[in-house]
């Protein structure tokens, strides 16, 4: 079970996500703490297996130190975010470690999901303009043999990315994204690339936009 650390927006708000979180049977509500500078400083201590920020938490603070501190959290926890994100600061999140987006439009069924693919390492991106989200069914039993970096690789790789726009995303070389996609097809005994990406949506790790 995911233990989940709520933090930021409005009280009414976050009591509502509770709520969703201890209603499933994935995941349990650990704290809720209303302040994002609180919550990064018990990371340490509480130590959650997800960080759930609502995005009005992170508007007063300059860009570049939302972003610092985002990414030391993300050495932490895995960190997921809900609120209306800009597309095109999608890849500034993904890229200091933000492993799901959710829109604030996402379906009840479709939040716990998304959490769930968070917690267990995969990827989830939501939002009205951007081309994956929330899964419509669970993540598929056979991505656990997969490490929480090949999930993440799998799932950007389904949104069509080149293995040099992986590499910057994600900070590393292309030859070793290279090595994890090669991986991850002896992995799921895919052929081909457009046979991960086909994986890739129909286990459930990501889904066409809503």
Do not use: C, W
């Not at 999901?113 to 267990?120: H, N, Y």
């Amino acid at each position: 079970m995911h233990r989940v650390l709520l933090t930021g927006g409005h009280a009414l708000v976050r009591d509502a996500y509770a709520h969703l979180i201890e209603a499933s049977a994935a995941l349990t509500v650990q704290a809720q703490i209303p302040a994002l500078d609180q919550a990064l400083d018990q990371l340490l201590f509480l130590r959650p297996d997800i960080l759930v920020i609502d995005t009005l938490a992170l508007a007063p603070s300059p860009r570049t130190t939302t972003l610092l501190s985002l990414r030391q959290a993300a050495a932490r926890t895995r960190l997921a975010l809900i609120g209306d994100i800009p597309v095109e600061d999608v890849d500034s999140l993904l890229r200091v470690g933000v492993t799901g987006i959710l829109s604030p439009h996402v379906e009840v069924d479709h939040f716990v999901m998304a959490l769930d693919v968070v917690g267990r390492g995969g990827l989830i991106v939501s939002s009205p303009t951007d081309r994956t989200s929330t899964p419509a069914n669970p993540p598929d039993p056979m991505l656990d043999q997969l490490s929480a970096r090949e999930l993440q690789i799998l799932a950007l790789v389904a949104t069509q990315h080149s293995n040099n726009a992986l590499a910057h995303l994600l900070g590393i070389s292309p030859l070793t994204i290279k090595t994890h996609v090669n991986r991850i097809l002896r992995k799921l005994g895919a052929s081909t690339r457009a046979h991960l990406v086909a994986i890739a949506y129909e286990s459930g790790l990501v889904t066409p936009g809503l």
